[in-house]
């Protein structure tokens, strides 16, 4: 579970990010959060991965209490998130299999453990046939597709998915909240930050739109039909 209580950030220099936001996202929920650059999108997704602090309010993510969370318990706290970027971050050097694992092996994971949960989670991303393949053989929809089985590896309690269809093709844009939405079925919670208001509006579901430093909207809507 997420859940911000009255929760303000201001940068230096002034800066008002985020103005007393309250929200609260329950285990399992999907929700997409839209809104215009500079709104506060950024700020509440680094709020969440503690790479920023409240100047007011309190945040708690999976468990803990992000105001009174010790330095060396970070690692920890980061461990029940997967993070899906815009930009992939897939090392060029290894290979699709690699790339997954590393996660694992970074936390010291068992080699047995590796061995079987790194082929399941890229076939859960229909990726079976490219384990061997380098980033630099793949398009940018597979290269999206590893770094979401990234994110998956090590069974997050919750996927941040930031603009993650924001360079690829927009028809696969859909195949990719697709997955998503399947590995939100099976228990995970998924937040998607996007810009893409087709993408929102074919899918519907919760919609939080974060305004100036606020939340302006936050309802489910329902989706299209048609892609």
Known sequence: MVEFKNVSVVYPGGVDALHRINLKINDGDF????????????TLIKLILKEV??????????????STLKKRKIPELRRTIGVVFQDFRLIPTMTVYDNVAFVLRVIDAPQKYIRSRVPYVISLVGLTHKAKAYPSDLSG???????LARALVNDPQLIIADEPTGNIDPALSYEIVDLLKGINACGTTVL??????????????????????????????????EG
């Open 31 to 42: 929700a997409f959060v839209v809104g215009s650059s500079g709104a506060g999108k950024s």
């Open 53 to 66: 602090n409240p100047t007011e309010g309190e945040v708690c993510v999976n468990g803990y209490n992000l």
């Open 141 to 147: 929809g597979e290269q999206q597709r590893v770094a």
């Open 192 to 225: 998607m930050v996007t810009h893409e208001h087709d993408i929102v509006r074919h899918f519907g579901g919760r919609i939080i739109n974060i305004n100036a430093g606020t939340i302006a909207f936050d309802e489910v809507i329902g989706g299209g039909n």
